[in-house]
């Protein structure tokens, strides 16, 4: 490869981490004040200190009912497979509720609440795998992709609890 190809594909990338880590204006994801609860749910928030979409997310959740405490763990991995989250649900950040409940990746806020009133049984948290495009703190333009938050089970399994379907 030449030098204006590699220069090409290197514009390319470096296009789409701005992309990725773009602020959308117009979906600010802020509850209105009638659905934001009297009291705060604490959250303990394990992420990179260099992920800016977990960044976003705290932001969103603590806008939203929740306050966050953040934590840059070294190990960041052995703590999701300590509190039972299998690689394969996995994304970049795990929140841990006061009750040890587990959010794993971009959950939305209002399947957060209904999963900490509903405590189903048997089940561990939420999780969001991966880092699917216009989910909490993934907000990218106008794209949104078609995900499911996942009921994660004590016994190693998952479930579909919510599917959010916001593809354009």
């Not at 290197?10 to 609860?37: F, W």
């Not at 106008?142 to 379907?165: F, S, W």
Request: proline share 5%.
């Amino acid at each position: 490869m030449n030098f204006q190809t590699i220069k090409k594909y290197l514009l390319i990338i470096i296009l789409l981490g701005v992309v990725a880590c773009e602020d959308s204006n117009n979906q600010s994801g802020v509850l209105s004040s009638e659905q934001k609860p009297t009291e705060s749910v604490q959250l303990e928030v394990y992420k990179s200190p260099t992920c800016d979409c977990c960044r976003k997310w705290v932001n969103y959740v603590n806008a939203n009912g929740f306050s966050s405490t953040v934590h840059h763990p070294k190990n960041l991995q052995h703590l999701k497979l300590d509190r039972g989250i299998a690689p394969k649900y996995q994304s970049c950040h795990t929140g841990i509720s006061k009750d040890g409940y587990v959010f794993e990746g971009h959950v939305p806020v209002d399947a957060m609440k209904r999963f900490l009133k509903e405590k189903p049984a048997d089940a561990i948290g939420l999780s969001v795998p991966g880092m699917p495009a216009g989910s909490p703190g993934m907000e990218m333009g106008n794209r949104r992709d078609d995900y499911d938050v996942l009921l994660l089970m004590k016994d190693g399994t998952a479930k579909v609890y919510q599917e959010i379907r916001q593809a354009l």
